[in-house]
């Protein structure tokens, strides 16, 4: 959407203009007019949207993403995360337009990544008074990042800090995803604010959840799958940790992404992602050489889907990874077909599996495949990576250089069977 397109459709103006805030919309964007976005009453977010990033740290982020950061007017103002270098004057000229960013008194620091840190040194010239907030790990992270002599307060669990009428409080998150990350709960409006946790790359002018629809959640899961996963057990624990504290949540609100103002969804999922719970589910992976693993694939695909199993059939050459996780995410088997080159397993199959054995999504079951010559060692190379990284193994289905029509009978029974483990799997 243009700018100018954007600008005038559709905007409920006599409502925006009486309010003097104005609840961001897709068609009510930076026209020249001062726009704010309000999380609540003086909580508003002034973060950049990075509408061109295509790939960040590990996977492709084909939809861009935003690093949100928040504001919190009250007799002390407070600055909850910053955004990534090369973004400060977006951010800068957001606050601007709420308070001058010289009476900055806190500025919170949730994650010391560069993504959500990278403004603090031209903010820190601008905001001179304000002190710094972060976990032991995150003041030693903006040490060794910055090299600045920042007031860092280190902060843990359960510590608050006063603003006037509103209340911050600190939840380590620590290894969510790094060992500096922390939570900060705004306690009056139930406001968490998860900095990685519970993100998605996504770009959009929309900022909350319920106004980008089914997209907000897609990217929430590549996310989880991706960042998060590996981290499954400590997600557990800190679900469990947050119910214990009787902390109600009405928004979450990340650093990426969308803000969840309905956040029983994304908190139901990530219980459900980080116990490994999925969908009646399959995801095919595989690539070939001389197109007999292709056609073991396609027809092992055909067997699953007629059980009544939803199954994705993935090229590794040619398919976006990150999107392949979020698949396997999201089912209870994933199958992987490789031929066999050199006695071992082919190129790419190590690789996607190597980038896998970095996310161990739990409670998977696997089931490889492949085509060789005269020599076998690809599916014995598969099962070795896949056995280590605890999913659970089925049988495994080898044919010898190109598969005729009794053996391509044999993939689709093999897929058949792959299938009633699914539906076996709850
Ligand atoms: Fe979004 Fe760990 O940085």
Same mark, same amino acid.
């Given at each position: 959407?243009?700018?100018?397109?954007?600008?005038?459709?559709?905007?409920?103006?006599?409502?925006?203009?009486?309010?003097?805030?104005?609840?961001?919309?897709?068609?009510?964007?930076?026209?020249?007019?001062?726009?704010?976005?309000?999380?609540?009453?003086? &909580? =508003? +977010?002034?973060?950049?949207?990075?509408?061109?990033?295509?790939?960040?740290? !590990? /996977?492709?982020?084909?939809?861009?993403?935003?690093?949100?950061?928040?504001?919190?007017?009250?007799?002390?103002?407070?600055?909850?995360?910053? &955004?990534?270098?090369?973004?400060?004057?977006? @951010?800068?000229?957001? $606050?601007?337009?709420?308070?001058?960013?010289?009476?900055?008194?806190?500025?919170?620091?949730?994650?010391?990544?560069?993504?959500?840190?990278?403004? @603090?040194?031209?903010? @820190?010239?601008?905001?001179?008074?304000?002190?710094?907030?972060?976990?032991?790990? %995150?003041?030693?992270?903006?040490?060794?990042?910055?090299?600045?002599? *920042?007031? &860092?307060?280190?902060?843990?669990?359960?510590?608050?800090?006063?603003?006037?009428?509103?209340?911050?409080?600190?939840?380590?998150?620590?290894?969510?995803? *790094?060992?500096?990350?922390?939570?900060?709960?705004?306690?009056?409006?139930?406001?968490?604010?998860?900095?990685?946790?519970?993100?998605?790359?996504?770009?959009?002018? =929309?900022?909350?959840?319920?106004?980008?629809?089914?997209?907000?959640?897609?990217?929430?899961?590549? /996310?989880?799958? &991706? $960042?998060? !996963?590996?981290?499954?057990?400590?997600?557990?624990?800190?679900?469990?940790?947050?119910?214990?504290? %009787?902390?109600?949540?009405?928004?979450?609100?990340?650093?990426?992404?969308?803000? +969840?103002?309905?956040?029983?969804?994304?908190?139901?999922? =990530?219980?459900?992602?980080?116990?490994?719970?999925?969908?009646?589910?399959?995801?095919?992976?595989?690539?070939?050489?001389?197109?007999?693993?292709?056609?073991?694939?396609?027809?092992?695909?055909?067997? $699953?889907?007629?059980?009544?199993?939803?199954?994705?059939?993935?090229?590794?050459?040619? !398919?976006? *990874?990150?999107?392949?996780?979020?698949?396997?995410?999201?089912?209870?088997?994933?199958?992987?077909?490789?031929?066999?080159?050199?006695?071992?397993?082919?190129?790419?199959?190590?690789?996607?599996?190597?980038?896998?054995?970095?996310?161990?999504?739990?409670?998977?079951?696997?089931?490889?495949?492949? !085509?060789?010559?005269? %020599?076998?060692?690809?599916?014995?190379?598969?099962?070795?990576?896949?056995?280590?990284?605890?999913?659970?193994?089925?049988?495994?289905?080898?044919?010898?250089?190109?598969?005729?029509?009794?053996?391509?009978?044999?993939?689709?029974?093999?897929?058949?069977?792959?299938?009633?483990?699914?539906?076996?799997?709850?």
């Amino acid at each position: 959407m243009s700018p100018s397109s954007a600008s005038t459709a559709g905007m409920n103006e006599s409502c925006c203009e009486s309010e003097k805030i104005i609840r961001f919309k897709a068609n009510a964007i930076y026209g020249g007019k001062k726009m704010k976005v309000e999380l609540a009453k003086g &909580v =508003y +977010w002034v973060g950049a949207i990075d509408w061109n990033l295509r790939f960040c740290g !590990s /996977y492709n982020t084909p939809r861009g993403t935003t690093y949100n950061a928040y504001l919190i007017v009250d007799d002390k103002i407070a600055l909850i995360d910053t &955004v990534k270098t090369g973004f400060e004057d977006e @951010m800068l000229k957001r $606050i601007r337009e709420i308070v001058d960013p010289a009476k900055i008194d806190y500025i919170i620091c949730n994650h010391a990544e560069m993504d959500h840190s990278g403004a @603090m040194p031209k903010l @820190m010239e601008v905001a001179k008074k304000a002190e710094v907030y972060a976990t032991r790990a %995150g003041k030693d992270t903006l040490w060794e990042h910055y090299r600045k002599d *920042w007031k &860092v307060e280190v902060v843990k669990t359960g510590d608050e800090l006063s603003l006037g009428e509103k209340t911050l409080m600190f939840i380590s998150a620590s290894m969510l995803h *790094w060992p500096d990350n922390m939570f900060t709960y705004l306690k009056e409006d139930r406001i968490l604010m998860s900095n990685d946790a519970f993100g998605g790359h996504i770009a959009t002018h =929309y900022r909350f959840e319920d106004e980008v629809g089914p997209l907000a959640m897609v990217e929430a899961t590549k /996310y989880f799958a &991706v $960042i998060v !996963s590996l981290y499954s057990s400590i997600v557990q624990k800190k679900l469990k940790e947050i119910k214990d504290m %009787g902390i109600a949540i009405d928004m979450i609100a990340p650093a990426h992404g969308v803000i +969840w103002n309905h956040p029983g969804k994304i908190l139901a999922a =990530y219980d459900r992602w980080s116990r490994g719970e999925a969908g009646r589910k399959a995801a095919v992976v595989f690539d070939t050489m001389w197109h007999s693993t292709e056609l073991m694939a396609r027809e092992i695909t055909r067997g $699953i889907a007629s059980e009544g199993v939803e199954a994705r059939l993935f090229n590794l050459r040619t !398919s976006d *990874w990150g999107e392949i996780l979020k698949e396997v995410i999201e089912s209870r088997v994933l199958v992987v077909g490789s031929p066999t080159l050199n006695m071992g397993m082919y190129p790419t199959v190590g690789g996607f599996l190597t980038f896998l054995k970095g996310i161990r999504p739990p409670n998977k079951k696997a089931a490889t495949f492949g !085509s060789y010559g005269w %020599g076998k060692g690809a599916v014995r190379d598969m099962n070795k990576a896949l056995g280590e990284m605890k999913f659970e193994l089925l049988p495994s289905l080898e044919i010898k250089y190109i598969p005729d029509e009794n053996e391509l009978t044999g993939c689709y029974e093999f897929g058949r069977e792959i299938a009633r483990e699914v539906i076996r799997g709850g």
